[in-house]
């Protein structure tokens, strides 16, 4: 298996400008996480989906974010606008429920916010 | 209640020494516990778990030490080596493998350097 692929991997734009992070989770998995990780806040939990459907995101900053999972095998990460602290490394992460707790991470996409 | 408390927030070993990293809950529906490795650059990837009914689990020179009455559970690194350099990640999942699903909870990570 691929592994969870997580696009582009580097993103730099300037503030005010609409991110659009792109994440494809392990084929036959039914959960999808979106991570965010800073020096500061460590890796926070954003939001998270069960057969495609959000089932917690309370982790969401604010309303500039938004997540959406179309179909099982494709998730977006939408910041409208941008701002400098959102400068992060993000991850998206999947899992199977008959795996416990395994969480499997992609790459991660390294966003600078000029 | 949801946090999980991890220290050292950097440690620095010698080869061939033993590392050691706490972490520590509140939630007692805590019942899996994960401990992530991540490399500069890298996404964090699942290096040993641990449920609460055993109090140790090992896998080569990696064990998880599990105290349930203390809330407690730590990682030893046995003849640590310079490729073992990488932050460490303990975390909590409650309703592991139940219908339900409850998030990860990570700890704050440790910053391990192994000099040779």
């Known amino acids: 298996d691929a592994g969870v692929i997580q696009s582009p991997r580097h993103e730099v734009t300037e503030m005010g400008q609409e991110v659009t992070l792109r994440c494809k989770p392990i084929?036959?998995?039914?959960?999808l996480f979106w991570y965010r990780q800073t020096m500061m806040r460590g890796l926070e939990l954003l939001i998270y989906?069960?057969?495609?459907?959000?089932?917690?995101d309370s982790g969401m900053p604010e309303d500039r974010f938004s997540a959406k999972m179309p179909n099982a095998s494709f998730s977006t990460l939408k910041i409208q606008p941008s701002e400098p602290r959102d400068s992060a490394v993000y991850f998206c992460a999947s899992s199977r429920l008959s795996q416990g707790g395994e969480q499997y991470f992609g790459p991660g996409t390294r966003l600078t916010v000029t | 209640q949801q946090q999980v408390k991890q220290s050292p927030q950097s440690l620095i070993v010698q080869k061939g020494g033993i590392s050691i990293i706490n972490c520590a809950y509140e939630n007692t529906a805590f019942d899996y516990f994960p401990w992530y490795q991540q490399f500069p650059g890298k996404g964090p990837a699942l290096l040993i778990a641990i449920r609460p009914d055993v109090s140790e689990k090992k896998e080569g020179r990696f064990t998880i030490s599990f105290n349930k009455s203390a809330k407690q559970f730590s990682l030893h690194i046995m003849d640590s080596q310079p490729g073992d350099s990488a932050t460490y990640f303990c975390?909590?999942?409650?309703?592991?493998?139940?219908?339900?699903?409850?998030?990860?909870?990570f700890g704050q990570g440790t910053i391990l350097t192994v000099h040779p």
């Open positions: 084929s036959g998995h039914d959960y």
């Open positions: 975390a909590a999942l409650a309703n592991a493998g139940g219908t339900s699903y409850g998030k990860l909870t």
């Open positions: 989906f069960n057969n495609n459907v959000p089932i917690d």
